[in-house]
Nanobody
């Protein structure tokens, strides 16, 4: 049974930081491309960042480049999103996604991030 469980969301003031975690199970994590998406109220879900399996190559959306850092620990089957210099427009539900070598797409349930003073 595949599971992706996000944690670490919450309320933070503008300029603050949060670290999201996503614990994966039920598929071969080490070779999967892991991604973070987000969805703000009334908007479409958007891709935020991704990291490849073994090589750990990273890519970011322009809106978060220089502020967010994606990383992974293959020994713990966990992917992280370090979010710094947060802005109100970063407010959204953040979703973890895993794309396996076999072409399967897995999603977590999401974690709310609210940036507000």
């Amino acid at each position: 049974q595949v599971q992706l469980v996000e944690s670490g969301g919450g309320l933070v003031q503008p300029g603050g930081s949060l670290r999201l975690s996503c614990a994966a199970s039920g598929f071969t994590f080490s070779t999967a491309i892991m991604k973070w998406y987000r969805q703000a109220p009334g908007k479409a879900r958007e891709w935020v960042a991704q990291i490849t399996g073994v090589g750990k190559t990273t890519n970011y959306a322009d809106s978060v480049k220089g502020r967010f850092t994606i990383s992974r620990d293959n020994a713990k089957n966990t992917v992280y999103l370090q979010m710094d210099s947060l802005k109100p427009e970063d407010t959204a539900v953040y979703y973890c996604n895993g794309y396996s070598r076999g072409g399967n797409d897995y999603w977590g349930q999401g974690t709310q991030v609210t940036v507000s003073s």
